[in-house]
């Protein structure tokens, strides 16, 4: 195939495979080829050149990306008659998708599937490419329904089932059975969703916990789930000692030294095998699972053949209570012989000579020893009796109940050695907590999801297939041990009255040998399976990085065994040894699995209930609702197996969310935890629309506006440190910057500047959002900053900004301008203004006021904000220890002492202490000096309006008012202008403003200013309006400075901006003169609102 270009005549000279290589990239997105296979025929001075480019039509297999390493020949290929020069600039960042899609098809779900454990790994990945991937093999069968099988048949169904029928009874066993059973496949179901939703690679429950709810709900149940694997090692160990102690290998009594002594050199030989071999665990699984499914077809086969013929299994009584039947032999008083009556071995442990006329034990005495079958069989109607439990005390007699005996309540127990008595107290939840741990391990099929053929397929048909067959089995062994065993055999958990055999290995057919030596490797197995299982799932935790202090226990060896997680299984496992029992080590693991199970529900309910995009597992037999009971279930399980474990537990998962939300790595992995918190932020930004917020639950919420330099560092560092000591991490803040130009040539900027807002931030601990906003001048860009900030309800209510320094330099007026267009701004919208002036001076947040006050003037109602922010300081450490005060003027006409009566009551309702003062200012004449002031402050303003001058002259024209208008100094002629400048018409005068060209220079006004015209400035009068302005901040400043001088705060009143714009550099100037000689000055204009109220 070929294709054929026709290409035009351009300046200058060209060759053909110039051309040729410029073609090709216009389909590649690369350089121009050096060399060409193209044909070309043209000539290099002129006319067409025709290029021909061939190609074989054949589609090339290639990386995905474009920017690969490959060699510029085959990239040339790549497009070949693919005719999309509309996308060609895309080349270099986005793949095609024909190049793409085979990649994603033969996608392997090995555990490389994390890309935080591709980035950490990158090394090892590239030598991995090279190596070839051995495609995953196994089916449902092999893959997950024989290791749930394995994983969930254990060490309490061989050693502890049939005690737990004895003692809760064929009902109460059954129903605790039904509960966890129903437990689990709710569990299964949404692990199946969850599972089905994409590729889980290795991790298992903890991968799909943390890519569901977040790394903090992943990391500690990833760790709960971690350490409920470890303790079922314990426990699994602990098993298998029993079964050589207690069962088979002829020791006195199962002392506890003895399980810790010899579990702790099993823990040892196990740790040992992994560590060398793990290759070699995995090989001998199929032998545990053998054995483990011998034993159970042996029980159903024994139960079967007790219903044709029950095998001899006695038991001795004396009167109704079972002897431990290992000191003596025939289980009667005294046998008959040819030398007369002689007395037995049984005879000799309760009386005190071997004589018919001893002295005995009274209730020995007063019953007769009865020998009754153990296990009288499945057709002997045994079930009646065992249908309801009977639950013990510690040390209490294991008795039959349906057997009469004769006792006198009021004897004391003797001889309580010889009798098979309970080691532990027993009720309903108990058992629940030591059964739970029989129904585990449904994760172990989502575990191999990387060696499985189809796991989406498999997981959720083997899970839920194993668990069905489970529950199947455990539930007819509740009622086929119950229609066997009489109840006292049931009750003997250590079978001391038989001979110390295993019940159900005496069951079992054709020898009890199949369940001795069943129970023995399936604990061992299942012990081996936990101690390989338990550390992968630490270095799994640990390679996430999300808690930086296991850190070290994501390195391993160099095949990839983490030995450093084996060694801490292996000492938490030998914390399970050390107990010693294993009745308390199961309701620590229940406690663990539990809570790994119900957040695999929450996991599930959260997403379908969220409908998040992404969540469209093939997996279609959930509902929400079922998640939900599941978690339920979980929850009362928990706390019906032991309450306080249960709280420990929750303390233990709270405390590591606690430490990855505040030490850990931020992760983002699309978990449902943010998506709640986005649809719970929607909710609650819909209701704060409903209406404004009552005057109770006002606050200032914040727009903190601060300004950049040019390497977009913040100039007003403690701007941000008074931010957080008004909100101490409460309500909204948002701090706020304005750049100048255009926001695609300034994006960059833009993001520096906001990089530089967010460490600031955090530096000074204040809890909110930054926002940087570009525009064509600062007066547009701070102006959108107020209008747009926030969402909804949840916007600014209050805004802070620094008062302008240097205002009166002449190159600072626009910054002026600016400040008092946005008092305007915020006036106009409702917003409360505060204004630090001297904001440099405000202390830090790791300085402390040991004393002092903080000052209020209460001029002018302005809602209560003056009284609410000195409150809201004093809540902050900084502020603690500064008592308040509060000043109020009173006029000619005003009672002082009723105003400060009726000031005293209204803080009293308010709840706020504070020392209250009424300051007199009595109306007085004006001075001279205020006159003065008022004259020179006009002058100034009058001739910047009228001439444009540059800095220096400026500066010349500032200094010749001030010479002219102070009587010390003589008089300076003014400068004469050039004829060039000109005097404006008073029109002109009204609506000029000083503005500057984007160069810089002074934009030009037309006319020019006289010397005439400034003379007239000379004999100009001041307005009288402006003189009693002058006069009531110098004489407020004077009151100020005389009360608060030593004040470490003085909040203040601030009065509004003119409505006529041509006074705006006279207002600056009062606000100037009302605040001099003070040291840290907070401005406050209120919102429009009351902020504060007497009632509650």
């Known amino acids: 195939m070929s294709q054929r270009f026709t290409v035009s005549k351009s300046d200058g000279e060209r060759r053909p495979s110039d051309i040729q290589g410029e073609v090709n990239q216009l389909f590649e997105g690369d350089e121009p080829a050096t060399g060409s296979s193209a044909e070309a025929d043209g000539s290099a001075a002129g006319g067409e050149v025709l290029v021909v480019l061939k190609g074989d039509s054949i589609p090339k297999e290639s990386s995905p990306f474009i920017n690969s390493s490959d060699a510029a020949a085959e990239k040339s290929q790549q497009y070949d008659g693919k005719n999309m020069a509309l996308f060609e600039e895309e080349m270099d960042t986005s793949p095609m998708v024909s190049s793409l899609l085979s990649s994603l098809a033969n996608y392997s779900n090995l555990p490389q599937g994390s890309k935080e454990h591709e980035e950490a790994e990158n090394n090892e990945a590239e030598s991995s490419r090279k190596k070839p991937v051995k495609a995953p093999q196994l089916g449902t069968l092999m893959g997950v329904y024989m290791p749930c099988i394995q994983n969930i048949f254990g060490v309490i169904l061989f050693l502890r089932m049939t005690w737990l029928v004895g003692i809760g009874g064929v ?83 199962a002392l506890l030294n003895n399980m810790r002594v010899y579990g702790t050199i099993l823990l040892t030989s196990m740790a040992t095998v992994v560590f060398v071999g793990v290759k070699y665990v995995n090989k001998l699984a199929l032998v545990f699972l053998a054995c483990v499914i011998l034993s159970i077809l042996a029980v159903y086969a024994g139960v079967i053949k007790t219903g044709i013929d029950a095998p001899d299994f006695p038991v001795c009584l004396l009167g109704n209570r079972t002897l431990i039947w290992k000191t003596f032999d025939v289980c009667s008083k005294t046998v008959e012989t040819a030398n007369g009556t002689v007395t037995t071995q049984l005879w000799r442990m309760f009386c005190d000579s071997p004589f018919l006329n001893a002295t005995c034990d009274k209730y020995f005495t007063s019953n007769n020893v009865t020998q009754i079958q153990g296990i009288p069989g499945v057709a ?223 996991a599930c309910a959260l997403q379908t209930l969220l409908r998040t995009p992404n969540w469209r597992p093939r997996f279609k037999f959930y509902h929400w609702a079922l998640s939900f009971l599941g978690m339920s279930l979980c929850l009362t399980l928990m706390f019906l197996c032991s309450w306080y474990y249960a709280i420990v537990a929750m303390v233990i998962a709270g405390s590591i969310y606690k430490y990855i939300e505040f030490a850990g790595a931020e992760k983002e992995w699309g978990d449902g935890i943010r998506g709640l918190s986005l649809s719970a932020a929607r909710y609650a930004l819909m209701r704060l629309e409903e209406g404004p917020p009552h005057t109770k639950n006002w606050r200032p919420q914040l727009l903190t506006l601060v300004s950049t330099d040019a390497e977009q560092n913040v100039e007003q560092p403690r701007l941000l440190s008074l931010t957080n000591q008004l909100k101490a991490g409460k309500g909204l803040t948002i701090v706020g910057t304005a750049l100048v130009g255009t926001f695609l040539e300034n994006y960059e900027q833009s993001q520096r500047a906001e990089q530089a807002l967010r460490k600031l931030m955090e530096t000074e601990k204040v809890k909110g959002f930054c926002q940087v906003t570009v525009s064509s001048n600062l007066r547009d860009a701070t102006s959108h900053l107020i209008q747009a900030s926030g969402l909804g309800g949840l916007k600014h209510n209050a805004v802070l900004v620094s008062w302008p320094r240097n205002w009166r330099q002449g190159d600072e007026h626009q910054t002026w301008r600016n400040f008092v267009e946005l008092v305007r701004e915020t006036t106009a919208a409702d917003l409360a203004l505060l204004v630090p002036k001297n904001v440099a001076a405000f202390p830090s947040n790791g300085e402390r006021f040991t004393e002092g006050h903080i000052d ?80 020179v402050m006009e002058q100034r303003s009058q001739m910047l309006k009228q001439i444009k001058m540059t800095r220096t002259e400026r500066e010349r024209e500032v200094q010749l008012i001030h010479d002219n208008t102070t009587p010390a100094s003589p008089a300076t002629p003014a400068t004469p202008l050039t004829p060039a400048e000109g005097v404006q018409s008073p029109g002109a005068q009204v609506q000029m403003t000083w503005t500057e060209k984007c160069d810089g220079e002074p934009a030009k006004p037309p006319g020019a200013a006289t010397p005439e015209g400034i003379k007239d400035l000379f004999n100009m009068k001041p307005n009288q309006s402006n003189v009693r302005r002058m006069h009531t901040a110098l004489r407020l400043n004077e009151v100020i400075i005389k009360k608060s001088s030593e004040a470490k705060l003085v909040l203040l009143n601030m009065p509004g901006p003119p409505k006529n714009r041509t006074g705006d550099e006279n207002y600056m100037e009062f606000l100037e003169v009302l605040t001099d000689g003070l040291n840290r000055v907070l401005l406050v204009r209120g919102g429009g609102r009351e902020v504060i109220t007497i009632y509650s």
């Open 171 to 253: 009902v109460g066993t059954f129903v605790i059975v039904t509960m966890c059973c129903t437990t689990n496949m709710l569990t299964a179901i949404s692990m199946s969703a969850i599972a089905t939703n994409g590729v889980v690679p290795a991790g298992g429950s903890y991968y799909m916990i943390s890519r569901s709810l977040g790394p903090e709900f992943g990391g500690a149940v990833g760790i709960c789930f971690y350490l409920g694997t470890t303790f079922a090692g314990a426990m699994y160990i602990l098993g298998a000692i029993e079964l050589l102690l207690v069962r088979n290998v002829p020791f006195e009594a």
């Open 380 to 602: 002997s109607g045994i079930l009646s009796e065992n249908l309801f439990g009977t639950y013990y005390e510690k040390g209490d007699l294991i008795a039959r109940t349906n057997m009469d005996s004769v006792e006198d309540q009021d004897d004391p127990l003797t001889n309580a050695n010889r009798y098979v008595l309970a080691d532990i107290a027993s009720f309903f939840t108990l058992l629940v907590g030591i059964y739970f741990p029989s129904v585990t391990g449904i994760m172990a099929g989502s575990n191999r999801s990387g060696d499985l053929r189809d796991a989406q397929k498999s997981i959720p048909v083997g899970t839920i297939a194993a668990i069905t067959t489970t529950s199947f089995v455990y539930m007819s062994s509740v009622i086929l041990f119950g229609a066997c065993i009489d109840g006292v055999v049931l009750r003997d958990k250590f079978g001391e009255g038989v001979h110390g055999n295993l019940v159900i290995g005496t069951l079992a057919w054709p020898s009890p040998w199949v369940i001795v030596i069943g129970s023995f490797f399936s604990t061992c197995g299942a012990g081996l399976q936990s101690l390989t299982g338990a550390p992968r799932l630490m270095q799994a935790i640990a390679k996430d990085g999300i808690v930086p202090a296991l850190r070290i226990f994501g390195h391993a060896k160099a095949n990839g065994e983490p030995t450093w997680s084996l060694l801490l299984t292996a000492c938490i496992c030998e914390i399970g040894i050390l107990i010693a029992s294993l009745d308390l080590v199961a309701p620590i693991l229940s406690m663990f699995f539990l809570m790994c199970y119900m957040f695999v529900n929450l």
């Open 856 to 935: 209020v003037w209460w001029i002018v109602h302005d809602g209560g904000m003056l009284m609410l922010l000195p409150f809201l300081l004093r809540q902050h450490k900084v502020w603690r220890k500064c008592k308040m005060r509060i000043f109020t003027v009173a006029q000619l006409d005003d009672n002082s002492i009723q105003m400060k009566k009726d000031l005293t009551t209204f803080l009293y309702h308010l709840r706020i202490d504070a020392m209250v003062e009424v300051v007199e200012m009595h109306d007085s004449d004006i001075s001279a000096y205020t006159y003065e002031k008022t004259l």
